[in-house]
Antibody
Framework: EVQLVESGGGLIQPGGSLRLSCAAS????????MSWVRQAPGKGLEWVSL???????YYADSVKGRFTISRDNSKNTLFLQMNSLRAEDTAVYYC???????????WGQGTLVTVTS | SYELTQPPSVSVSPGQTASITCSGD??????ACWYQQKPGQSPVLVIY???RRPSGIPERFSGSNSGNTATLTISGTQAVDEADYYC?????????FGTGTKVTVL
């Protein structure tokens, strides 16, 4: 059974840093496309970042240069390093698995990041 | 940047058909997916590759994609289908979500 469990969210001041983790089971992270998607309170879904099985990474313009997606193959875990956080980064962050025919077929339960002074 | 536009809300009576549109430039040339999200829950994939249903998704959900518009159709809508629905377009370097549509079953 495919499972994704995010962790690492919390309360952080503007300008601070946070690292989110997404522990995967039931499949191999490095063999799939993995994404981070966020949802601000009461708002819609926003794609944040993507890492392909080959290691190529992509970012939404809103986070480019501040966020870094990575993975630890030995731990079968996906990460999102978030630096220079802003109030507008406040959201529930979901990790999601994808394949070459489906961008995001399985989603985690999400972790809440709140950026506030 | 690429944008996808959906109507904010759609109302439908039980047993009737709900159609949700998703508009974007040359959207028909991209792959389109649809997600259902209920309050407090993670999104669930209901349509991928324009018109394919994942296992476990009821047959009343169908999709199409041509020109500048993708459409999600829910036939014989049930109360359990009340939720927010998001379209998504994707290609090699870009994943984009639509603005979302709240479906209300009256």
């Amino acid at each position: 059974e495919v499972q994704l469990v995010e962790s690492g969210g919390g309360l952080i001041q503007p300008g601070g840093s946070l690292r989110l983790s997404c522990a995967a089971s039931g499949f191999t992270v490095s063999n799939n496309y993995m994404s981070w998607v966020r949802q601000a309170p009461g708002k819609g879904l926003e794609w944040v970042s993507l890492i392909y099985s080959g290691g190529s990474t992509y970012y939404a313009d809103s986070v480019k240069g501040r966020f870094t997606i990575s993975r630890d193959n030995s731990k079968n875990t996906l990460f999102l390093q978030m630096n220079s956080l802003r109030a507008e980064d406040t959201a529930v962050y979901y990790c999601a698995r994808g394949t070459d025919i489906v961008p995001t077929d399985y989603w985690g339960q999400g972790t809440l990041v709140t950026v506030t002074s | 940047s690429y944008e996808l536009t959906q109507p904010p809300s759609v109302s439908v009576s039980p047993g009737q058909t709900a159609s949700i549109t998703c508009s974007g430039d040359k959207l028909g040339n991209k792959n389109a997916c649809w997600y259902q999200q209920k309050p407090g829950q993670s999104p669930v994939l209901v349509i991928y590759q324009d018109n394919r249903r994942p296992s476990g998704i009821p047959e009343r959900f169908s999709g199409s994609n041509s020109g500048n518009t993708a459409t999600l159709t829910i036939s014989g809508t049930q109360a359990v289908d009340e939720a927010d629905y998001y379209c998504q377009a994707w290609d090699t370097s870009l994943y984009v979500f639509g603005t979302g549509t709240k479906v209300t079953v009256l």
